[in-house]
């Protein structure tokens, strides 16, 4: 399975938890080149009162980032390890001219990809939190895939998977809430607060995607 073998490539245990740390290429959380998002905080507000999303759920978020901080390479190679078993995922990293997996495109999107790990744990649904969703949104989509990282792949992912995503995330994440040793109870309180954030993040993404007006 080359598909398979290209993805595994990629995955080098112990570099993503070394580089969170240093600059990440491509991460622009906060900076000034990320445009400011077309939803606003009180969009944000009602979609989180929607979502049931509560001060409860930033709070099991919070709690998640110390147990997760360590294990972002172990979950990473969960997630990509699903999408190199799933063919319908795996296109949206292949190169166009030889239809292959890139191996680069997908080691940098991992870096980021473990960053995104910390930052769902710690969000501070703010401005500059909400305008870089807004920028994650551009990146899935035909106006800013494959910019970030100068790569020749597909025009973009197909908007169903996003959404549809939040379900492989969430369930394997799950058994890395429990790891250091958390009461049950509040091994589903973070969970539940995963789910709803994942969601969130989701929705927000998909803006790029929708006709004008339809948000």
Do not use: C
Not at 60 to 83: C, E, H, K, N, P
């Amino acid at each position: 399975m080359p598909f398979l073998k290209s993805i595994l490539s990629a995955l080098k245990p112990g570099i993503v938890q070394a580089e969170v740390a240093a600059p990440i290429p491509g991460y622009t959380l906060g900076k000034p080149s990320v445009a400011r998002a077309p939803y606003s905080l009180d969009d944000l507000a009602s979609l989180q009162k929607a979502l049931l999303f509560s001060d409860e759920d930033v709070q099991a978020l919070r709690q998640s980032a110390a147990i997760l901080a360590d294990q972002t390479d172990a979950i990473l190679d969960v997630w990509y390890g699903f999408v190199a078993s799933t063919p319908e995922l795996v296109v949206f990293f292949g190169n166009t001219r030889t239809g292959a997996p890139d191996a680069g495109y997908l080691a940098a999107v991992r870096q980021r990809f473990a960053r995104w790990i910390l930052d769902t744990a710690e969000a501070k649904y703010d401005q500059a939190w909400l305008d870089y969703q807004y920028e994650i949104g551009l990146r899935h989509s035909k106006f800013k895939k494959n910019q970030t990282d100068q790569v020749q792949s597909t025009a973009q992912v197909n908007f169903r998977y996003i959404p549809a995503l939040t379900i492989p995330i969430t369930t394997t994440l799950k058994p890395f809430l429990a790891k250091h040793g958390a009461p049950a109870a509040e091994v589903e309180k973070m969970h539940a607060a995963w789910v709803k954030s994942v969601l969130l993040q989701a929705i927000l993404w998909s803006q790029p995607y929708i006709r004008e007006g339809e948000f």
